[in-house]
């Protein structure tokens, strides 16, 4: 079955400084690849989506790349700032037509002034 | 657009009893709602996922009988949390998709069964 890992339970940063999250999957390639932010106590709040034929994608000051051979997604957030503090999630679809996901465990940021 | 809301927000229940929790698009007719759970530090684990007006689709090792979904309509969603015990206790999410990708998230159900 499919298993994603976000490899990093924590990342601490200083502020201004550039974040860099990771998001590794097992087994079959997803058609695409999604990011969340989720604060504590609350739902999470979609950010990006990235597909398979696409190596990079930006918003603002987020960028997400996919690299199907690695099997892997880079989620950055440069000149970072506090309010950026949050758990990020990555998240696969599961390849069927109702656009199931599955989440990793999430990557809790926290950025320091 | 695209929200989504859940109520109650918190829950607290006595061993035993049922929990009914509702989930609305309000600007959004909504093709698929999806159920998670998630316990402190772990991901969102889906539950179900349903569609208007047919029968739910549990993912392994969810009980259909104990949680029960219901979809109305285009725009509700409830799940309702049968016989209720301690190990019931955890963070409901539920999430509503206009498409076969973005999902939008209520901002969940806190149960705590006593």
């Known amino acids: 079955s499919q298993k994603i890992e976000q490899n990093s339970e924590a990342l601490n940063i200083q502020e201004g400084k550039t974040a860099t999250l990771t998001c590794n999957y097992t087994?079959?390639?997803?058609?695409?690849l999604q990011w969340y932010r989720q604060d504590p106590g609350r739902g999470p709040v979609f950010l990006l989506l990235?597909?398979?034929?696409?190596k990079e994608k930006r918003k603002e000051r987020l960028k997400v790349t996919f690299d199907t051979t690695l099997k892997q997604s880079l989620f950055h957030i440069t000149a970072s700032q506090p309010a950026d503090s949050a758990t990020y999630l990555c998240a696969l679809d599961y390849g069927g037509s109702q656009g199931n996901l599955i989440f990793g465990k999430g990557t809790k940021l926290s950025v320091k002034p | 657009g695209a929200v989504v809301s859940q109520h109650p927000s918190r829950v607290i229940c006595k061993s035993g009893t049922s929990v009914k929790i509702e989930c609305r698009s309000l600007?959004?007719?909504?093709?698929?709602m999806f159920w998670y759970r998630q316990f402190p530090k772990k991901s969102l684990m889906l539950m179900a996922t349903s569609n208007e007006g047919s029968k739910a689709t549990y993912e392994q090792g969810v009980e259909k009988d104990k949680f029960l979904i219901n979809h109305a309509s285009l725009t509700l969603s409830t799940l309702t949390v049968t016989s209720a015990h301690p190990e019931d206790s955890s963070f409901y999410i539920c999430?509503?998709?206009?498409?076969?990708?973005?999902?939008?998230f209520g901002p969940g159900t806190r149960l705590t069964v006593t």
């Open positions: 600007d959004f007719q909504a093709t698929t």
């Open positions: 999430s509503a998709s206009k498409s076969s990708y973005e999902q939008y």
């Open positions: 087994n079959y390639s997803p058609a695409y």
């Open positions: 990235i597909r398979e034929n696409e």
